[in-house]
């Protein structure tokens, strides 16, 4: 070991982060500790208020520190149309593009049965009771083009099929298997404005 053992422990930490190798571990392990002490008291105690404090909004599933997040309490948006999403990491990005003006709903999951994750597994019921109480809704399914999103796409038009609502999905200038999260502004905006509806 090359590292004091200290150092070697955040080393580690941070490769834990995603897309983070060796050579950025240490460096921003190295930097870190070039850092202020109040710096590094204020970095500390936000990770760990983030850590207590963020959860899911009662309604779509989002990140919120309130029981409702800020865009299911937004009263200009629209809230019959629905961006049905993986997980929390894509309402960000959809929100970047800035266009969208509707609600979002975050399954926390696609349906997988590889790996023993159902429907009852992911946030669908509650997206049941919540298209149920509104009327000539849409929604978006905006879920990436592998197995599983596909098969979630398929659960969840199966599900409203009988129903009043309207079931269409982005574009497919979307690379296939690419993450919602990784795509640039442009081509979720162009994707989102291109939707497609579903068949019946």
């Known amino acids: 070991m090359i590292y004091p053992e200290l150092l070697q422990k955040m080393i580690s930490f941070y490769k834990k982060l995603p897309g983070v190798g060796d050579k950025s571990a240490e460096r921003m392990a190295l930097a870190t500790l070039e850092l202020k002490k109040e710096d590094i008291s204020d970095f500390s105690k936000a990770l760990l208020e983030s850590k207590e404090k963020l959860h899911s909004c009662q309604i779509c599933g989002h990140l919120t520190e309130n029981d409702i997040c800020n865009i299911c309490s937004d009263t200009t948006r629209d809230k019959n149309l629905i961006c049905v999403i993986e997980d929390y990491k894509s309402v960000f990005s959809f929100e970047k593009v800035g266009n969208y003006h509707g609600v979002y709903h975050v399954l926390n999951g696609l349906i997988s049965p590889m790996d023993s994750i159902g429907p009852e597994d992911i946030n669908i019921s509650s997206l049941v009771k919540r298209v149920e109480s509104l009327e000539d809704s ?57 939707r497609k509806k579903i068949s019946e």
């Open 138 to 194: 849409e929604l978006i399914l905006a879920l990436k083009s592998t197995i599983e999103g596909e098969t979630t796409t398929l659960y969840i038009k199966k599900i409203f099929e009988k129903k009043n609502v309207t079931i269409s999905r982005l574009s497919y200038g979307i690379p296939i298997g690419a993450e919602i999260d990784y795509l640039d502004i442009i081509t979720l905006d162009k994707a989102l404005e291109d």
